[in-house]
């Protein structure tokens, strides 16, 4: 989607091994989200920011970790990859609290396997 | 603690007729609502949306309802297209607390029949 972009679209790595995920925007949104999806359970919220060096903890964010450096770029980096991360990851942006009625728009979405 | 449930993992309709959605949630806070929809290998994609101030929003074949008494939104999309296949997502936040977070329910599969 125009505006945000996510890298890489698949990954397959090791356990045990640190991973870092990327999602860059162009739409200069303040806030950056970072979900997973998995069966059964929808989308839960890893890590948020809420601007530069600005971050905070989302409902399942153990062995996880994000950056956020400058405005366009939102890294988040598993550690140590378990078995137990294998899943889909997407980031979403936002405009300010309560400006438009659209809530986030979401990336493409990152596959990561661990094995 | 699910505070946004969708308990009906999938839904089969036929073409022509109509699909509804429902989604409960927990948290009397919650005071803004969304409805996305996803495709397989794509992000989600925002549907419908409606403020706790309402009680029903339209947007061409799209309507949302929402009773706050029962803590209930549903869906309804009529007339249903084949193109309406995918998976729909209901989003709740709680807009005074100031984080402006959406929490997800589980997601329901549509599937319409040709």
């Known amino acids: 989607d125009a505006g945000i972009t996510q890298s890489p679209r698949h990954k397959v790595t090791e356990t045990g091994t640190p991973v870092t995920l990327r999602c860059h925007q162009t739409e200069n949104h303040r806030y950056m989200y970072w979900y997973r999806q998995d069966p059964g359970h929808g989308l839960r919220l890893i890590h948020y920011s809420y601007g530069v060096k600005d971050t905070d903890k989302g409902e399942v964010s153990d062995g996880y970790s994000v950056s956020r450096s400058k405005t366009e770029d939102f890294l988040l980096t598993l550690e140590s990859a378990t078995s137990s991360q294998t899943s889909v990851y997407f980031c979403?942006?936002?405009?300010?609290?309560?400006?438009?009625?659209?809530?986030?728009?979401f990336g493409s979405g990152t596959r990561l396997t661990v094995v | 603690d699910q505070q946004v449930k969708q308990n009906s993992p999938s839904l089969s309709v036929q073409e022509g007729r109509i699909s509804i959605l429902n989604c409960d949630y927990t948290n009397s806070m919650f005071d803004y609502f969304l409805w996305y929809k996803k495709y397989p290998a794509e992000g989600p994609t925002f549907l419908i949306s409606i403020s706790s101030i309402k009680d029903k929003n339209e947007d061409g074949r799209f309507t949302v309802f929402l009773n706050k008494s029962a803590k209930h939104l549903s869906l309804h999309i009529v007339p249903s297209q084949p193109g309406d296949s995918a998976v729909y997502f209901c989003a709740a936040s709680a807009r005074t607390s100031g984080t402006y977070k959406y929490i997800f329910g589980t997601g329901t599969r549509l599937k319409v029949l040709a």
């Open positions: 979403a942006i936002s405009e300010a609290p309560g400006q438009g009625s659209y809530g986030y728009t």
